[in-house]
């Protein structure tokens, strides 16, 4: 059989190609048997394989690849047993590659999987186009367990039992809709934090994380407070020091009670290798935790923020892998933080220079916020001429809010508004005169109390 | 009420003070050790590259409130333990209305000179030349951002509606205004008692000086008796046992007070000024609106 040896040589990596290419092999292999046989033409090739006991070529492939995984599941090589520093082993992966995660590119699978547990009605689409398959890529990075999986995989439900050779169905074990649905809201004071911390690196890393504090609510994560945990990347391996970490989550429960881990951070534009080796350690400390990057690389010229979920995919009764989605993130301010937020804004100087600003008197906010509107009446009424003269082409939806705009300033009558103003100016500058007596009065106070004790 | 307090981190940089970092500390609990604690966050920050010079402390407050003893007390260990110390008093109330209010400030040498003399009469206070006004120096603040903050912020600023935080335009002045006149109406009655507890004090100064002096009169008469008599004279240094001095009353409650007042009226001038500018905006709206119909 040394042909066939040839034949199926490093099938776990091919396996999974169109049954059609494979087809041919098969029909090799049955050519080979009837000339070694002799037999006569009648004899099918179902028969010469069960007499000979020869497995066809798919159930050939199959176990196999079966066998392949089960040894580099346990392999003792190095390679496989990577150490984190609080000693947990990563996973082994496929050999393929010479990094210990072999990333795995599902966007369409992944979309495909949210539709199925979203709509019902996709469900039944896919049950119909059965095990189409699918072709992944980008965005995604799928840890270890997918090394039967490669550039193709199927789309299938778990009530299919088998595993077909050199194939992988994606479960939707861990996929549960919340997961999917979540929002992340983020304070600004967390960014301003990342951003902190991020210029506060080490001179040798490039990359900073850290943890993500608050209350998870039924589908929306509030992200409050954060902090940065010192940790190094290697090529193969992540420290990261979880005492820290805890130390400064005890020294902050302390403080605020109320906050708990609900994920992690890290700088950068996208999810590395060893992303999944970090969130596995979060995982442990929280229910679903999310992730959180700031792009403080400036790829694309953006600071971009992102949140992603991990979601559990697996080979049924096999290994567990994890993929990193995507999912809504927003800004959240409370009233102040907004406050505080629009001041700071003002250090964005022209030509991208950062100036200083000093917090302003109440009554050069209340001028700098009329001459904005003034410049936003102007062009409003820039519009409106332009529209007359037909120089702009008219939007209705524009015309819509600009008369709800215009019928929104209250009708008062001029009697009534005269008196109304009138009698507010009066009470303001009575309580002005008042505290400048008060003042005054103070003063004389204090100087005929120093004056009459000798 | 319950403040917020917790530290400042930073360094001096010429003649400037940075703060770059803070954290909170734990609200009062005897079970932990506040001063443990504090060096435990320090160590942390530090690990990650945060400056760990503590330069001050911070505080939540509402209007005038936040000057009062503990204040001078905390400020004055800060400043003679760390002397470029400030401490940061955030307006809660005046921010949420629209209005970043934060402020720093510093004892003058003054202030510190009479806390450690631990003596508050109303002469060593002349001697020292303080006042409700020179108790504290306001420190300028000024905001500065990274430039990567800045990115960071430009990218914010798109993910924040534009008509959100225009809340300090709002045109109500009653609630707040009554409020903050109630305030200074309770500090004014309390430097009111305050004045009215001197003026006995003087009285009783006074009155007494009188009949010291009647006293005095009164021995110097008898003594002349008595050496005509040819008998010794009664020792007139009697007099200070028979009269002792009254206690003088301390004047440091009376400057704290009078500087909450000095506050408080000083918040209701800028509080009225800017309702003042929003007003006369709003005429000038109502003035266009009724030019209109008249056309």
Redesign the interface.
Known sequence: MCIRTVMTYASPVFAHAAPKALHRLQVIQNKFCRAATDAHWCVRNSILHRDLELPTISKYMKDASKRFFDIAGSHPNALYARRLTINRRIPPTLSVGHETYLPIHLTLLQRQLKDLMTSTTRMTDLEREGNRPVTVSCDILCRDDFHQASSIAHVTRRRHSHVPSGRTRFDAVGFSEMALNLVVKVH?VV??QI????????ADSHRVIGTLLRTSDKGVVEVTNC????HKEHEDQVEA?LN?AM??YE?NR???AMENIVGWWATGNEVTNHSSVIHEYYSRECREPVHVT?D?S?SGN??G?RAYVCVALGVPRGKQGCMFTPINV??I?Y??E???????????GGG?R?R????M???A???E??SKLSGLLDQVLAYVEDVVAERVQPDNEVGRQLLELVNS?PN?A?DA?ADA?AS??K???M??TL??L??TQ?QL??KL??L??? | MEVAQGALLGLVVENRLEI??CF????HDDT?DEEE?QL??MR?LR????DHFHVGWYQSADVGNFLSLPLLESQYHYQTSIEESVVVIYD?KK??R?????KAYRLTPQAIAMYKENDY???S??NLKI??ESLFIEV??????????????????E??PEE??????DLG?ASV?EGQ?RS?MDR?DE?NQE?IK?NRY?LLVVRQQQEKHRWLLKRTQENAARATKGEPPLPEEDVNKLFKPHP?PQ?LN??IV?GQ??T???H????????????Y???A??NA??AKQNN
Request: proline residues 6%; glycine residues 2%.
């Open positions: 600004p960014l301003f951003v902190d911390a991020y210029e506060r690196r080490n902090f940065c945990v010192p020091e820290y130390d400064v020294l302390r403080v605020n700031l403080t400036l953006r600071m923020l927003e800004l301010t009233e102040p907004l406050v505080g937020l629009q001041l700071c804004q003002k250090t964005v991208g950062s200083q600003v000093q917090p008197l109440d009554l906010q209340v001028a916020a009329a300033v008062l001029a508004f103003f507010s100016v009470d303001l500058l309580v002005v505290a400048q008060i003042k103070l106070n204090e109390t120093l009459t004790s000798q | 770059t970092n909170p500390f734990p609200k932990m604690y435990d966050m942390r690990r990650v590259n945060v809660t921010s949420a629209g209005f970043l209010t934060l009469t109303p002469e206070l002349k006042g409700y300028p603040i000024v905001i500065r951002n990274s430039p990567l903050t800045n990115i960071m912020m430009s990218e914010l600023s993910m924040i959100e935080g225009c809340k300090f335009l002045t205004l006149l200074l004014v430097l004045a001197f003087q003088v004047r009376p400057m009078a007042i000095n408080y009226s000083q209701i001038s800028q509080f009225c000024s800017q309702s003042l500018a929003k007003l905006l709003t005429q709206l109502q609106k009724e």
